[in-house]
């Protein structure tokens, strides 16, 4: 997986590719703690992230979580198969998806 | 005696045909060539016309014989060059033999012309095959009628001898010869038809033609030949009439001249040695000198000076009728006799008076008849001797008692019997009638003078010569025309009607047999040509109607086979994410809806039906029982049953209401495709071509059973095989062996194998291929008669599903995602489909890696059926996801947690997982569609 950081003030995009699974979360979510104290707005793109699982979700629940705090934070560019893991864990209650 | 001789002679070319007819069919005679043959039977015959010369029947100077009927039947039996070859030979030989030289060139002639007759008549007449008995008969009397006629005309000086030569062989001759020919024809052809059944032909046109112009003819014949024997009989009748009354009319006045002259010779005596002055007794003197009755002297007063009957002096001349007559010697007349009549005393008394003039006067002398008639006897009996009517007709003078006075120098009859007869038939004098006269039958007439009887005799044959010879010169002249007009007629309604039908039927015949192109074109006569003109049009019509009922029939077959061919599956690959098998068949219907058919289909997901059958017969009868067999055998396959059930009871269907008793062929299999056990049930079709570890194809020879409908209540052997990997199976119907190049030769088994072999190896769809590619190529331009179907099977094996075998470790996360898209790829699984299955594996995986305690793991990956397994098998704690406890996801963010999340996905979104503790090891397997969802 491959992860480009674009900080724009206390907006930070976030361009994901690749996959998010057990062997990609901790890359992600090493990016995000250090990244995450002080922003308002957390935008993931996923444009190029092929599937999730739940390991994947894990760290983005916990973004979640954070950013819920302190700010806000929204994914956009899902494509289906992430979408369905969002519906089927219930995900798409608690994440702004655009 | 002669009769007798006549039949044997006529009936020895008889024996020689029937010999010649026999020796042509039974021995070894019929191996010679045409031509050898022609010359020994033409030889044969000439020597039947030889000996028929040698031994004829000498009659009136000429020879009675049956020579011509062997060139005739030479020729008409057996061949032209036979028949010309006899007639030659025979003519020549007639010439210089010794017998009957009075008919030598006639004879000669007409043999010849006989063997040239015989030979023309069959050659141009009857298309040079043998005639019938009736024309034998006409053409053997023909040419004896021709012959007559040469022996007249050879002999024309001397028309009577001619023609009684004629007359006496004519008849018997023509008989025999007609005859002879006739039974040669009639023998012949009963010797050919016995046996056979004798089916009786219809006349052709000519024939019943020339039979009823015969009849006419022969009516017309009869009637002017008896017209002309009256009218000739009559004329002839009347000539000797003429002839008999001349003559006898002659000798009366030679009889009468005679009396007369010897009267006045007494006369002139007495009245030389009359004295100047006569007295009584002077009168009396020369009156008995001279034996006369009376002798007076009459004065020129016309009175009797002096009579040597005194009664009579001074009797006046005048005062009597008959003696006033001699008055006229008183003027110029000098002399004078007068007929009989009475004597002035005895009236009754026949008295002849002779008067001569005096110087003054007449004398007057009577004799009575009975004196003259001795004085003129004399004289009168050689009057006849040398006289003829005609050539053999004579005179004969008889007194009043009959008695001959003078008659032929050749016949010295005294006495004629028919006088009496004559006289009691009261036959007037001068009339002729019929007698028999010195053997003869004549004809006569009679007159009376100075007592005596003058019979004209003329011979009846004599008589009728020219009646008879006429008669016979117009038979023989009719039969001639009336032959050479049958042969006109015969080849005029030849050529005008019988070789028009002819045609006419020739072109009906091409159109019978389907040529519906073929115009008549007879335009010999106006009728012909309008009755072409007809049949053209109704066949032009014809066709109209045939070709719009054709294109009718045409579209509807085309629809019927479309239906067919929609009922059998024809989309390839059928089933193409099984990976198993692949199969692929064909039909080519030579009808536009043909028998035979194919089917394949699954049974639940893992048995593979197919089947090849061909329905008797084609055309839509056979496409309909084709649907049913079709629909049955399907329905009860799917139903479950083992395949030799479904036969049976496939069977027992099709016989209820199979009223067309049609039936069907078929071979059906039943691939198990986890075992590659193929169970088979053959019913009488062909044996299918197997091939086997990667060997050649080979015939499966089993026994098969009866075939489907044929028979209620068969029993149908379910017989097994086992298919490897890489195996095959082709099936196909008679169609494919049973093609025909255009020299006949079947395809045959042998060049099926051949053909199988050299796409050995290759998809189901290029062996098919191969076997139509070759069939087509050998039947060439030929037409396709029998459906061609075919159908190939090939048996994978099942897919080994893929294992990877690793220690479990996270680190090891990325070896397991490569394998696994590695696997994905290869079953060209959709994108959505892998990434549900690389969520899956991510999940699983690193639950057992983080939970199981396991030190081995193994993951495999496969496909079956369309469905993408995966399934993962560790020695760790057991542990059934399916009994995971599912994670609340209804809670706010923040009470959020993603424990037992990763096994609720993938229980969400894989078909199906299962689980199972087995020798130690949790195995779970999760499986997914590969169909993308729509």
Known sequence: MTIE????????????????????????????????????????DLEELEYVSSAGLRVILNAQKEMSAQGQMKLIHVNETIMEVFDITGFVDILTIE | MAFMKMAAAALVPVLCTLAFHFAEKKTPFQKLSDKKKQLVIGISFAALAILATQFGIPVNGAVMNVRNAAPLTAGLVFGWPAGILSGLIGGIERWFSPSGDYTRLACSISTIISGFLGAAVRRFMMDNKKVSWFYGLVVGVTSEVLHMLMVIFTNAADMQRAFHVVQSIAIPMIAANGLSVMLSMLVTSRSESSGAGQTKKAENISQTFQRWLLACVLLAFVATSIFIHGFQTRLSAQAADIELETNITDVKNDIHDASERLLLDITRQIKRELPTEVTQADVCRLAEKFAAAEI?????????????????????????????EFLLLLNDEQELVQEYSGGLEEPSAERKYAGIALSSGFLLVGHDLSYVRMQVDAQIKYMARNRHIGQNGSIIICDQDGAVVSGRADHAEEYIPIFDSAKSLGVQEGASFSAEIYGEESYVMYTKTEGYYIIGVLPKKEAHFARDASVYMQAFMEVLVFAVMFAFIFVLVNKLVVE??????????????????????????????????????????????????????DKELEF???????????????????????????????????????????????????????????????AMFMMRA?????????????????????????????????????????????????????????????CRSGGEYEYLKTKANFVLAGMNGIQYRKNELQLRPGDAIFLYTDG????????????????LLESLNVARGKAAEDICGNVLADVSAFAGESDQFDDITVLSVKFNGKAQPSTLRLVPDMNAIGQTADFLERELQALDAPVKVSRKMKIALDEIYSNIVKYSGADRVEIQCGAENGVLMLRFRDNGIPYDPLEAEMPDISLPVQERDVGGVGIFMVRRMMDGMEYMYKDGCNILTLTLSLQEEA
């Not at chain 2, 002297?297 to 008959?322: T, Y």
């Not at chain 2, 692929?584 to 197919?610: I, W």
Request: charged share 20%; with cysteine.
């Open chain 2, 560 to 622: 019927a086979k479309r239906i067919q061919h929609s009922a059998l599956p024809s989309v390839f690959p059928p089933y193409p994410n099984r990976k198993e098998f692949s199969i692929y068949a064909s039909m080519d219907t030579a009808a536009e809806v043909g028998g035979d058919f194919y089917d394949f289909y699954l049974l639940g997901e893992d048995k593979l039906a197919f089947l090849v059958a061909d329905v008797s017969g084609n055309g839509v009868p056979a």
């Open chain 2, 500 to 553: 028009n039908v002819r045609r006419v039927n020739a072109s009906l015949a091409q159109i019978n047999s389907g040529n519906l192109d073929i115009k008549v074109e007879v335009r010999g006569s106006e009728e012909f040509a309008s009755l072409s003109d007809d049949i053209n049009a109704t066949v032009s019509t014809l066709k109209h109607y045939i070709t719009e009922a054709a294109a009718r029939i």
């Open chain 2, 630 to 690: 079709k629909t049955l055998i399907k329905s009860f396959a799917e139903s479950g049953m083992d395949i030799g059930e479904v036969f049976v009871q496939t069977n027992k269907n099709l016989c209820e209401g199979n009223d067309a008793g049609m039936f069907v062929t078929a071979w059906m299999g039943i691939l198990d495709l986890n075992t590659g056990i193929v169970s088979y049930a053959n019913a009488g079709h062909n044996p299918p071509a197997i």
């Open chain 2, 736 to 751: 494919v062996t049973e093609a025909q190049d255009p020299g006949k030769h079947f395809f045959g088994t042998a060049r």
């Open chain 2, 296 to 324: 007076s002297v009459v004065g020129p007063n016309g009175k009797v000076s002096s009579s040597s009957d005194p009664s009579l002096l001074g009797f006046d001349v005048a005062s009597n009728e008959r003696r006033a």
């Open chain 1, 5 to 44: 950081k674009n900080l724009n003030g206390k907006t930070l995009e976030i361009k994901l590719s690749g996959y998010l699974d057990s062997g990609t979360a901790p890359d992600l979510e090493a990016v995000l703690s250090e990244t995450l104290a002080g922003l308002q707005s957390l935008v993931l």
